[in-house]
């Protein structure tokens, strides 16, 4: 039986020789073959989200049905969860690697489809999604024109969207939410999708009463019903052909002269992928997640009455004991790196780029109306008495909810450390402002979260703070490294000390946390000279730099995607032939000097690159 190693576990394939697609003899191995050729870029669209799949054991012209439950001889290694359902509850597979995609493909699981919301926060939908149809005598070039009106739209609510091809005729719109009840967001898009249909009754319908739909096209807004799922990203769909679910960028899409132009298959889709990345990308970084406006477009609904808050029990905790999580609890403390790492630098899966703040440790613990919060120091000592106006915060979080934070004193336009030191002494001054600045949470009411991915606390962190005022906020994140160091350089003014970086998939675990939690503290920018570059010319991967010292260094850690396309942008025309440098190997010098900013940081000292100048 022929076998695949992936991701470390050796999977035996079957019926490779199937044909899976008659019209175009495409075969169940050549499925295979691209689902291990897009696999890292589309499990990140998958991660903790229970996957449905539409199963196609003989291939797309015989039976074709939907399975929520794991396919029969899926491995017991195969990660599932328990997921809400109307006959109470329903064990789905959820993929985290690339061995378990290819062995449910194998098993005939074609298509790949996943709710907006993750399987640590049922019903919790972290994105909005809505589907473009067209009707007979429209086409995805109609849909390009309701895509384009509905991103103008979005954006006016301040919420940015991104594009992908439905894999069939239409279109997806993805937008990044902060976590937001799934009823508030499916209400949400269908009033976005009435007031389109208001606005443009010719071109856009709104139902799906196929009778209205000649020549338009569809705005399906039911996708964000905590119940329904959408075609994942890189999905293969059981067509005629084997097409894919392919994000675009805009540019694309509106460049696009015909409708075969936005039509891609399996064949086509891996040297996409490999030319110019994952256009979603972006959609990944929680950063980019912003709230859903408080009302629908210009019509306000009604708030709902809030239940009468519970004395002892909270709400989401089912009538148990909400508070699962004492004090005092041993605390993940990151190692200190003379650079930041880059996105794939802290053992894949990507890395949170965190603000880091020069304050006093704190793990906070809401404990309920009758019992006093609780502010844990790094020592395990409660600080609440030294600092009443966070203790008073703090208690008004819902019971079981514990925050590990840093907390910070504000004067003057900038971090203030020793107004801390002041404060516990003699009091906050009129003009210092205390705060509690939330990187992570470890319990939520009724419910310990420390076992969870990084990413997903992070999820959990901005729902459960997305309605408190300050002092209490999030910290300011991304999983863009570029990003990051922006922050540090135009934030430094305020007292910003420099990055925390963390491995996106890490559990809350103390020991060991080194090796995933890093931190760094930044250094003085100087001008440099970049001399040459390593890697291909179209995709550098380092520079060798001449500091103003004459000290020659080659960049560390590596470029980021960003940084590359700018080096190999300013440096076309300006690369000699290849060389080979004793100290850096094969690298290529610049016939005319580009100037660099860079941070040198560390013994020995290592260079690491921030911007081109471009003057």
Not at 7 to 27: E, I, N
Not at 166 to 188: D, F, I, M, Q
Not at 326 to 338: G, I, K, L, W
Not at 364 to 379: E, N, T, V, W, Y
């Amino acid at each position: 039986m022929p076998q695949m190693t992936v991701d470390g576990r050796t999977l035996a394939l079957s019926h490779l020789d199937k044909v899976y697609f008659p019209r175009t003899g495409t075969l169940k191995g050549e499925v295979l073959r691209y689902y291990a050729a897009v696999h890292s870029a589309l499990l990140p669209h998958l991660r903790d989200r229970p996957v449905s799949f539409l199963r196609c054991p003989d291939g797309v012209a015989a039976e074709v049905f939907v399975a929520k439950n794991p396919p029969p001889g899926t491995p017991d290694w195969v990660r599932t969860a328990e997921v809400p359902s109307n006959s109470g509850e329903l064990r789905q597979v959820v993929l985290e690697d690339g061995a378990g995609l290819l062995s449910v493909v194998n098993l005939g699981c074609l298509e790949l489809h996943v709710p907006q919301w993750h399987a640590a926060a049922p019903g919790l939908a972290d994105r909005l999604v809505l589907d473009l149809d067209p009707g007979a005598g429209a086409d995805v070039l109609t849909c390009r024109t309701v895509a384009g009106l509905l991103r103008e739209r979005l954006a006016a609510d301040g919420l940015e969207a991104w594009v992908k091809t439905s894999g069939g005729k239409g279109l997806h719109l993805l937008v990044p939410l902060e976590p937001t009840p799934s009823a508030r967001v499916s209400a949400y898009a269908k009033e976005l999708a009435a007031e389109l249909e208001a606005a443009r009754p010719e071109l856009v319908v709104h139902t799906m009463a196929k009778a209205r739909r000649t020549g338009r096209v569809l705005v399906d807004w039911s996708q964000n019903s905590a119940k329904k799922t959408t075609a994942a990203p890189y999905t293969v769909r059981a067509q005629e052909r084997p097409t894919v679910s392919a994000p675009l960028s805009w540019a694309e899409l509106d460049a696009a002269g015909s409708a075969a132009e936005l039509v891609f298959t399996i064949a086509e889709v891996p040297e996409r992928l490999a030319a110019h990345g994952d256009p979603l990308g972006p959609l990944l970084d929680p950063a980019r997640a912003r709230p859903l406006p408080a009302a629908a477009p210009h019509r306000a609904r009604p708030a709902s009455p809030s239940p009468a808050p519970s004395k002892s029990k909270s709400p989401s905790s089912g009538g148990r004991d909400p508070v699962v999580l004492t004090p005092p609890v041993e605390v993940m403390r990151p190692a200190a790196v003379p650079a930041v790492p880059p996105a794939d630098g802290l053992g894949g899966g990507g890395v949170l780029y965190e603000l880091k703040l020069d304050g006093f440790r704190c793990v906070a613990f809401a404990r309920g109306p009758d019992r006093p919060a609780f502010l844990q120091s790094r020592s395990g000592r409660d600080l609440a008495a030294e600092f009443p106006p966070i203790a008073a915060a703090v208690a008004r979080l819902p019971a079981g909810l514990v925050l590990d934070a840093e907390l910070v004193a504000w004067r003057g336009g900038r971090f203030a450390f020793e107004e801390l030191l002041r404060t516990r002494r003699d009091g906050a001054a009129e003009d210092v402002a205390l705060g509690l600045i939330a990187f992570d949470v470890l319990a939520l009411p009724g419910r310990d979260v420390r076992s969870l991915p990084l990413a997903d606390r992070r999820r959990l962190l901005l729902a459960a703070l997305a309605e408190v005022p300050p002092p209490v906020q999030p910290v300011l994140a991304t999983t863009d490294r570029a990003e990051a160091l922006t922050w540090t350089e135009q934030l430094a003014d305020t007292g910003v000390e420099g990055l925390v970086c963390k491995a996106a998939g890490s559990a809350y675990r103390p020991r060991g946390a080194g090796r995933v939690w890093v931190k760094y503290r930044r250094g003085d920018t100087v001008d440099a000279t970049v001399r040459a570059v390593t890697g291909p010319p179209a995709r550098p991967r380092a520079v060798v730099l001449e500091l103003d010292d004459g000290r020659v260094l080659l960049s560390s850690p590596p470029l980021s995607p960003l940084q590359s396309r700018q080096v190999a942008e300013l440096a076309a025309g300006r690369l000699g032939a290849p060389v080979h440098d004793p100290q850096y190997g094969d690298v290529r010098p610049l016939t005319a000097p580009l100037r660099a900013e860079v941070t040198v940081t560390g013994r020995p000292p290592a260079a690491l690159f921030v911007r081109l100048r471009g003057d």
